[in-house]
């Protein structure tokens, strides 16, 4: 059964460029409520964790520069079926593919650097959030 919950990094391309404000609105005008948030930059030893999937892949050691090289938004968000609708509001992984409207659409640069995560499952949602939340900060 889907749960209501997805977790999500505004990446450090997106805050470099000044596009906190507008892509949490577009978040919050898209049904989404805020659980946790958090201004944060991962560690090498943090990206390499977090995308450990990703570890055999070619774009490995470039992925954990660009996620590493600044502050990053850090949130969990809510609504109903959020892990789906959460990837349909950012769009396809490489910004030329994603719908018009789409987050990446709007404020991707590239595949590598596309602005936004958004969870794939229900169990990395899960996994995701409490990586970078406790307790105590998630409400
Ligand atoms: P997703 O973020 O849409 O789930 P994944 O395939 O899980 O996409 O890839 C994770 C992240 O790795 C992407 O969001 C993107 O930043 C980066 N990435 C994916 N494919 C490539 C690639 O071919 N070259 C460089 N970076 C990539
Ligand atoms: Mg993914």
């Known amino acids: ?5 997805t977790f999500t990094m505004l990446k450090p391309d997106a805050v470099e460029k000044g596009h906190i404000g507008a892509i949490l609105e577009k978040i919050s005008a898209s049904g989404f409520r805020i659980v946790a948030m958090k201004l944060t930059q991962m560690t090498k030893a943090d990206a390499q ?6 570890k055999e892949r070619p774009f490995f050691g470039e992925l954990v520069d660009y996620m590493t090289r600044g502050p990053i938004v850090a949130a969990i968000l809510e609504k109903d079926n959020a892990v789906e609708d959460f990837r349909t509001l950012i769009g396809a992984t490489n910004p030329a593919d994603a719908a018009e409207g789409t ?29 970078h939340f406790s307790g105590r900060e998630m409400f």
Do not use: C, P, Q
């Open 103 to 131: 987050i990446r659409k709007m404020y991707a640069a590239s595949l590598g650097e596309n602005a936004v995560h958004g969870s794939d499952s229900d169990e990395n949602a899960a996994i995701e959030g409490a990586f």
């Open 1 to 5: 059964m889907a749960t209501n919950r």
């Open 49 to 54: 964790s977090f995308y450990g999937i990703h």
